[in-house]
């Protein structure tokens, strides 16, 4: 059976993505055919690209413009999308095209502290500030409206009493790597 070729859109630090492309280095099932970034300069490009794995860099124009993302995803003949801390507008024309085979992730609890502008630290911020017992990651389909796709997954952590924003997102980090990939791998042998 031909392997499910996976792209994988990030705009920066890239930890997810580099997880991913480990994670299925020696998978029957998928690979990694594409890191996708909207900013020239994302650490996760040399990364991917120091293992092997092809990197587009788009404009924001090219970003918003649906024919275009679908037309790319095509040219690399993408079967999945897997979002890892892509800050950029999805396009209708790609959600549409990918409806069911594009997730992202997002590191709290959704519906809690999900929404434009809710994003990296500024989740976690919220979170400490608001003296949550809890928080964790969200892995949902993406649709038209930020954070509101179905969701998939959720996994939960404690905050402990002394938690900063810092140690949550290490904490989070940590959930997401150890499950984004295998949730992601759950959802390939469906499509
Ligand atoms: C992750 O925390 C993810 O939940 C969010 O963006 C972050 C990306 O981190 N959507 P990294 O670049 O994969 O390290």
Do not use: C, W
């Not at 095209?97 to 809690?112: Q, R, T």
Request: glycine fraction near 8%.
């Amino acid at each position: 059976m031909k392997k499910k070729q996976l792209a994988l859109f990030a705009s920066g630090t890239g930890s997810n993505a580099v997880n991913f492309i480990h994670y299925f280095a020696q998978s029957e099932l998928a690979e990694i055919a594409l890191v996708l970034s909207n900013k020239a300069d994302a650490p996760v490009l040399e990364k991917a690209a120091a293992l092997g794995v092809p990197t587009v860099i788009i404009s924001n124009a090219q970003a918003a413009n649906g024919v275009y993302m679908v037309e790319l995803m095509q040219k690399y003949g993408i079967d999945f999308i897997v979002l890892a801390g892509y800050l950029r507008f999805i396009p209708s024309e790609l959600i549409a095209a990918f409806k069911g085979k594009m997730v992202n992730i997002h590191p709290s609890l959704l519906p809690k502290y999900g929404g434009p502008g809710m994003y990296g630290s500024k989740v976690h911020q919220a979170v400490v500030a608001n003296k949550e017992k809890e928080s964790g990651i969200t892995i949902h389909y993406v649709n038209e409206e930020y954070d509101k796709g179905t969701i998939i997954y959720q996994k939960k952590t404690t905050v402990g009493a002394g938690e900063s924003a810092a140690t949550l997102a290490e904490k989070i980090h940590h959930l997401e790597h150890e499950h984004y990939p295998k949730v992601v791998e759950g959802l390939l042998t469906n499509i």
